[in-house]
């Protein structure tokens, strides 16, 4: 049986700057229509030069802890583990947000760690915590840090006298697979690519698959609730968690191996999306799967998105749930068949150019159209079962099958849509993500005024943006919508042009039904609205759980939780 | 289309004594074999009687709350819903486990409560909770009370002075019905019944059916984390609820209203499970499902235990879910198939007959065969492709398909099993079940553990007694394993004799890497291992909630956690 593993990754230096490698970047070669539509659609005459500083240029506040301290940290951690250098603490200052990006290109970096961890076991962990209680001084979890909300930023807290970043990547093993219970216990620190390595090797794969997958962690899919791009199916990661290990200032947890119980509150549910406020994620036993045998990316065009909506709600609502659908709103659609790459070919375009020209015709290249990427694997049996499932109720919404290409496409491309960002911050344009879901009846709306809310934003500080959305990660109930906003920077006013913006989608999503984060999770730059979103009580029930495991509130300070400085 | 609805269920005036309705027995004149075979494999040369007090000759304990209290909770709660009345308590005293069912039968109650309040909405809810607070009276959130665990004996606590019991059965409305988001509002205090038939009318079903469904509520449900006999497709009731209320002394909680978040630790969680001792859950929003095209059950014979197991696990791990694949071991096959009402027709029985001929000559009625009864319920082509998948797999370790019959008998009496413990109690036998969860690779070796700990414990104590089992509840990691056992009682020491073997399972299922609970939940019986089910910090963590939420410990003391008196 020919299995399909996941696509081979490059490696490499990383960027200190900004996304993914340093030897790589977003290709706009064969995307010819790329820049002449973004001028106009921003309204800019010509693109302009946003240049960074070197690594020279950048200047870090020294560290806080003696050489006293340094030296204590060696004895648990061994000396190799231990670092107080330059490049070390400038790569753990700051993770991958919008304002992340614009502080590193600037140099300006206001909280690196004082130190960086890389503990290479469990108890070096327990024996750290500990020195950091017992001297106040801050820990911030570290795994492969791509956060896009500021959840890796060692932020200072009064009564603290330092910062360590514990960066797990040397705790990367995969201790156990079990291939009759089909779970594998695995270091919180591995990487994406390091995991499916792994497991691909043997079969099976875990089937979690974020933008960020390259260079994200486990334990930092677990700390903040991220979704694969396949949820719809395979679940979020605290579907795919079957039980975990926590070790915090007040000690060790480790949730129980069972595939489900009635033993009170579930324990792994309070620990899974705690952002490293409540200790440290060091290993999970997760549920894997065999590799697929099948797997099939297509297109399919809507003639609104409302049709979108309803044909996906209508296919989770029926039972047969194929591991993708996702629907990109019109402009997102427009942008998406734009930055699809031409055909090299002559047969190819021709074909191409057929193939619009009928959809033209058909009406589904209206300014209403949307694009749906529509993705089954599995079994033979069961791909063919829920694909039927779903293409029978696109078909009930008059959708129109534009075959593999498009769908291949992304499929390829998944993981380089970050790196477009530092291309565009090269050339002063602002863009950010965000996220939020809601149930079905809300979503709609939701989506309406989110983009008005970003579009109000953009046009009060004089500039003129693009705000484009997909539904994705589909429920029963609802499902999330993932926003891509872009605008000219407005100069010397970044970050409030930045903050600004924020600010009204989020309103927005609190005052219409939306979570404040499906998958992104919470960190620096949402804790200011989780009061709203948690209300009252339930707010002081997580400081009480923060207290009960972090009584000194050294753990990564700032983050999900209000913060008092 | 022919929708196929829940069967209808009679109603009428409760046993205070036992299981169901007044009205109602376990009809064992069809099953002929049934006494002789009770009575040899127990060792028994007859049958005797132990007869239970009449409700006469009950004696409760005077209720400890003045008439000023009594008073102050009408004005609260208005007069006609405050009892202190006799029948009141005595039906609010106990749940329905064993040593629930010997106490009610010697008309020996300890803890009843000192009143029955049936508040009529959340307001009065937080009045009382706020009055109980500041009076120190303890509350006892109950449902259906139909707990085998003692999830609602109004446990005494030094330093409160009485204890309310908190009757939700007035709070059964369904609040709204989206039939966009698939979703209900529902108050929870509503029974089963009243919660299907409401959502039945409109084309709905939640799908949530344990066997307590008749005599249980929603709140209930959610209060334990129930799993319904269709979890394999449809998940626990944690899976169910999108968001919930809970009214705690410290105040309200409403979770977000969204099909998932990564807004933090997910609050839901930690308040399902919670078994009364946060606070009372007045309402939840829970997933419904449109009313299934198809329902079909069907009989498999499978050669071994293990073979059974297996095809469960694979078809688990292949990804088209049936809705049951419910597996007896040999033992409770054997019962199973005595149980089975005997063909009142000739031809029938003839058929019946030659079919177990046939069994027994292909080598299916072995001491090892085992029953497997697989149900499948949705759309038609959701039902085909599932049930392919799971005969598929079940084929594949030699399973022999002996049609509807039995499967359909199972479904008809699916929630007559319980009345059987009555009468098995009116002849001095105990019978008691438990039930845990374990990931594949332990399944096996647990259930066969729990077997023998449990004969053993009954052989010390000097009886023959009968434990089987059956595997329901599966996962794509494990599986429950729920034991049904029977003994003769052993005469004045009917607690002790209970107490030993509940011990000896518990300490066994400990030691095996079984979950403590996976449907029943924790109670008052299985409290006294919560510790090491959860850790000490485990433990902690969750009584930091609890001193949060309801600071001076009134809420249904002596459930769930460690107690101390």
């Known amino acids: 049986m020919n299995l399909v593993g996941r696509p081979q990754t490059e490696s490499g230096a990383a960027k200190w700057w900004g996304w993914g490698l340093e030897s790589k970047t977003y290709p706009l070669d064969d995307k010819s229509q790329f820049w002449p539509f973004l001028l106009k659609t921003l309204k800019l005459r010509e693109l302009v030069e946003c240049p960074r500083v070197g690594i020279e240029d950048v200047k870090l506040p020294p560290s806080r802890l003696g050489n006293r301290t340094l030296t204590q940290l060696k004895r648990f951690a061994g000396a190799a583990n231990v670092s107080a250098e330059k490049y070390d603490r400038l790569t753990h200052s700051l993770g991958r947000s919008y304002p992340d990006l614009l502080s590193l290109r600037r140099g ?184 697929p045998e099948v797997r099939k990316y297509e297109g399919l065009m809507f003639k609104s998105f409302r049709d979108g909506i309803d044909a996906i709600r209508e296919t989770m609502q029926n039972g047969l749930i194929p591991e993708m659908m996702r629907l990109s709103d019109p402009d997102e659609t427009r942008i998406s068949l734009m930055l699809s790459s031409e055909p090299r070919e002559f047969i190819k375009s021709v074909t191409t150019k057929l193939g619009l020209w009928l959809l033209k015709r058909l009406g589904y290249l209206s300014p209403h159209a949307c694009l749906m990427i529509l993705a089954n694997e599995g079994s033979q049996a069961s791909v063919k079962a829920e694909r039927n499932s779903a293409l029978q109720a696109c078909k009930r919404h008059r959708s129109f099958v ?17 790196y477009l960002r530092d291309v565009l911050l090269d050339h002063c344009i602002l863009v950010d993500t965000l996220e939020t879901a809601t149930t079905w009846n809300k979503l709609e709306t939701l989506h309406g005024a989110i983009k008005k809310a970003i579009q109000n934003a953009m046009s009060s500080m004089g500039v003129t943006g693009l705000a484009f959305c997909h539904v994705s990660h589909a429920y029963r109930d609802g499902a999330s919508l993932y926003f891509t906003l872009v605008a000219p920077q407005v100069k010397g006013k970044e970050f409030q042009q930045w903050g600004r913006i924020k600010k009204a989608a989020t309103d927005c999503i609190m005052r219409n039904g939306g979570t404040l984060s499906h998958h992104h999770g919470i960190g620096r730059d949402h804790a200011p609205w989780i009061r709203q979103e948690l209300g009252n009580n339930g707010l002081e029930l997580l400081k009480a759980m923060k207290r009960q495991l972090d009584p000194t509130g050294i753990m990564n300070p700032g983050k999900l939780l209000e913060f008092d400085r």
């Open 108 to 291: 300006v970096i206001r909280n690196p760690p004082d130190a960086v961890v890389y503990p290479n076991g469990e108890d070096q962990v327990e024996k750290l915590l500990a020195f950091a209680r017992a001297n106040r001084i801050s820990i911030i979890p570290f795994g492969g840090g791509s956060s896009v909300v500021g959840g890796v930023e060692p932020i200072k807290r009064r009564g603290l006298k330092g910062a360590i970043t514990l960066d797990l990547r040397r705790m990367n093993r995969v201790l156990e697979v079990d291939s009759v219970s089909l779970t594998a216990i695995v270091e919180a620190g591995i990487s994406g690519p390091q995991l499916e390595d792994a497991l691909n090797s043997k079969g099976f794969t875990l089937g979690h698959f974020p933008q960020s997958f390259q260079f994200s962690a486990l334990g930092g899919w677990i700390a903040t609730r991220s979704a694969g791009q396949q949820s719809t199916k395979y679940g979020k990661i605290e579907d795919m968690v079957e039980c975990l290990t926590l070790i915090s200032p007040s000690g060790r947890l480790d949730t129980k191996a069972v595939p489900a119980s009635a033993s009170g509150p579930e324990l792994k549910e309070l620990l899974i999306g705690s952002e490293g406020t409540l200790g440290v994620i060091t290993k999970a036993k997760v549920r894997i799967r065999r590799l």
């Open 402 to 418: 534009i075959g593999s290409g498009v769908g291949e496409t992304w499929a390829k491309e998944r993981y380089e849509l970050p």
